[in-house]
Structure formats: structure tokens, C-alpha cells
């Protein structure tokens, strides 16, 4: 019992050592425990195979059978199959079948050794129990809001089923990185400051941005040979004044945009790409300046230049945002932590995998290959 106490000491302290890190929050006020009762992350599927019919191939004291290996791309096989015949199909299926075995054998093989070197009486249940409680107390570290924990981890390209995944995992392999991630050398502020700099347009740096519909009408295109003493100007000025005051009894002005307007975003209904404010020369200048007197869903009134007419309806306006490095300095060490240990994790599974050997293989691939050419519907 002893044993299993301080195993599990240990596990915690390595676990966490891979969670994101919300220290600040934790100076926070006590989360209420009912609150942390209401919260129920999505639990992590079984990271091991389970043998479910076909050729079975042996593994460690475990097993792939071929439907694991083809049933998760049959799709791709079906497509595959219809257009090539089964050498074509068997050169562009290879990889996948290879790889995917490839990575079976590795989870089997990694688990049985991370297993092995488990205490006695320290179950998958018991792991599972430790991942499960670690997580609720990383979220109350984080203030106990579930939905903002969720979009930091989207933030940081992960999702809660892959973060209980990571997590899992790194308590079972613990045993083999202990000893680099005890020497592991502290994160100095002068390389948070340059991850902090390397990140920040990404992560931290939000130009402004201006969105809006524009119907152009550029007077020297509406030059009519059967009158070719026509004010082009006054065309153009009319025609503005008509389509204002259409828009403003209720015509879409989408429509009147594909119609009228004569610059390239016609066809679009007008609609321009997002603006930075102070990135457009003269005259379109004009519409910028207009865009910062309305809100979301406004027109202007139209709007003269010399050569150009403009009527403008804001789509969006988003303001820049800047978070400096003493706003989120907690938020880029926990970055920083997490891509060093991914890379720790990363390089021993490449080094692991590397030493795989599946030419034993050869003859279970061949009949995964085949099979999944018939399944699609495919004839030998």
C-alpha cells in the first residue's frame, strides 16, 4: 500500500508536469465542489486494440486483426478501388496500411513496457482515476469555467480528447523520460521573451479590421454613344441618388451591387475584403473614412470623388488587439513548457517506432491489402 501511495505522489507530480499551466488562476478564490461535481470532461477511449475478426496478427502479449487496420479508411479504399485496378491500388493503399499497423505496434509494444514497469496493484482503472482527478483540478486551476478551458486548448491546437490522450499517456511512459525531465533545465525569461516574440503575431496581436460592400459607380463607364453629349458626372450622381433611395426602402443591396457597381467585387455584392484602417490610397480612402461613421449593418449616403461614386454598407468592424508579454507571460510559459515536452515525448516515439521491425509483417499487410481491395468491392 506503501508503494502504491508513493507511486501515485509520483505519477501526479509527472502528470501535471505535462498540463497546461494556469498557476495565476489557482491564487483565485476556492472553486465551489459542486461546481467541479457538474463538470464531466469526455472520457479518453481505450488506447488499446481490441481484436474484432479477420487475420490476426500477434503482437506482444496482445493482437491486430486486419479490420483495425483497413475499417478506419474504407471509404478512401472505396474511392481508390473504383478508379484503379488492384497493383494501382495496392502502390497508393501501401503507406496507409503500413503506417497505420505501424503506429498499432507501437501503442501495444510502448504500453506493455510502460505497464511492466507499473508497482503492483496499479491498474488502468487506477491511471484512469488519477487522469480524471488531475483534470478536474487543472480546470479549477483555470477557474473552474469548462467552456474557457475547452477554447484554450483549441487555442493550443489540441482538443480534451487528445489533451486526456496526452495525458495518459505521459503517466505511462513516465518511466521513460523521468530522468530528462528532471534535469530539465528551468525556462529562462529571457527565452520567454523571444517564444513571447516568435508567438505573438499569432497568438497575441489582432490588427483592426474594417468589412463592408461597396457599390462603385465610376461615371466615365456610363458613357452611352447614342448620347454622347451626356454630363457623365450627373449620370453617375442620379444613378447614385436612385440606388440610395432604393436601398433605403428595403432593396437588397447585394442585388443592386451585382447589378450597378463596375469595380471587380460586383459579382460578389460589393463585398471587399477586410480592410486594415489607414491601408487604402485615394480615392478608396473615402470609403474607409465612411466605414468609421456607421455600424454593422448601415449604409451611407453616397459618397463623390472625382472619378468615383461610392454608396457603402459596413458588413463587420473589429478592433485591434494587443496583449502585451506581462499580460500573458503565465499563458507563454505554459506554451513554451508544452512544445519542449511534446518534442521530449515526439523524439522518444520516433526513436521507439525506428526500432520496429515489421518484416515479419509481410505476409499480414498483403492480406490487409487485399482485403480491403475486395471489401470495396474490388476483384483479384
Given at each position: ?39 464531466t ?44 485496378d ?43 482515476k ?23 486548448l ?40 523571444a ?12 490588427k ?38 432604393r ?115 509481410d ?18
Open positions: 500500500m506503501k508503494t502504491k501511495k508513493i507511486f501515485l505522489v509520483l505519477v501526479i507530480g509527472l502528470a501535471m508536469s505535462f498540463f497546461y499551466g494556469c498557476e495565476e488562476a489557482a491564487k483565485g478564490p476556492a472553486v465551489d465542489p459542486a461546481l467541479l461535481d457538474s463538470i470532461p469526455p472520457k479518453e477511449m481505450n488506447e488499446m486494440p481490441i481484436p474484432s475478426g479477420g487475420l490476426v496478427l500477434s503482437v506482444e502479449n496482445s493482437a491486430v486483426t486486419s479490420d483495425e487496420i483497413i475499417n478506419p479508411y474504407m471509404p478512401r479504399f472505396k474511392e481508390l478501388t473504383k478508379e484503379q488492384f497493383e494501382k491500388f495496392r502502390t497508393a493503399a501501401m503507406p496507409v496500411i503500413t503506417n497505420t499497423l505501424l503506429q498499432k505496434v507501437f501503442d501495444i509494444k510502448i504500453y506493455e513496457k510502460a505497464k511492466a514497469a507499473l508497482p503492483e496493484g496499479i491498474t488502468d482503472e487506477v491511471i484512469s488519477i487522469v480524471d482527478e488531475e483534470v478536474q483540478k487543472f480546470i479549477a486551476r483555470c477557474g473552474g469555467n469548462y467552456s474557457e478551458v475547452e477554447k484554450l483549441g487555442q493550443m491546437g489540441t482538443d480534451w480528447q487528445q489533451f486526456y490522450k496526452e495525458q495518459r499517456r505521459a503517466i505511462l511512459i513516465q518511466s521513460f523520460i523521468s530522468e530528462e525531465l528532471k534535469d530539465e533545465k528551468p525556462i529562462t525569461h529571457s527565452e520567454l521573451i517564444y513571447y516574440d516568435k508567438i505573438k503575431d499569432k497568438s497575441y496581436e489582432q483592426a479590421a474594417l468589412t463592408f460592400r461597396v457599390i462603385d459607380i465610376q461615371p466615365y463607364s456610363l458613357h452611352d454613344s447614342n448620347d454622347p453629349n451626356a454630363n457623365l458626372q450627373e449620370k453617375a450622381e442620379q444613378l447614385a441618388a436612385e440606388l440610395s433611395d436601398i433605403k426602402k428595403g432593396e437588397d443591396f447585394n442585388e443592386l451591387a451585382k447589378k450597378y457597381s463596375q469595380d471587380l467585387t460586383a459579382k460578389d455584392g460589393g463585398l471587399w475584403k477586410p480592410v486594415v484602417p489607414g491601408s487604402l490610397g485615394k480615392p478608396y480612402d473615402l470609403i474607409e473614412k465612411a466605414s468609421m461613421d456607421l455600424k454593422a449593418g448601415d449604409v451611407s449616403e453616397p459618397i463623390k470623388s472625382s472619378n468615383h461614386i461610392f454608396i457603402v454598407k459596413l458588413v463587420d468592424r473589429k478592433d485591434g488587439i494587443s496583449k502585451s508579454f506581462d499580460d500573458v507571460q503565465t499563458e507563454v510559459e505554459a506554451r513554451m513548457q508544452l512544445e519542449k515536452r511534446r518534442k521530449m515525448v515526439s523524439d522518444m516515439m520516433d526513436k521507439t517506432i525506428a526500432q520496429i521491425d515489421l518484416t515479419y509483417a505476409q499480414f499487410i498483403e492480406y490487409c491489402l487485399e482485403k480491403a481491395y475486395v471489401d470495396s468491392g474490388g476483384k483479384l
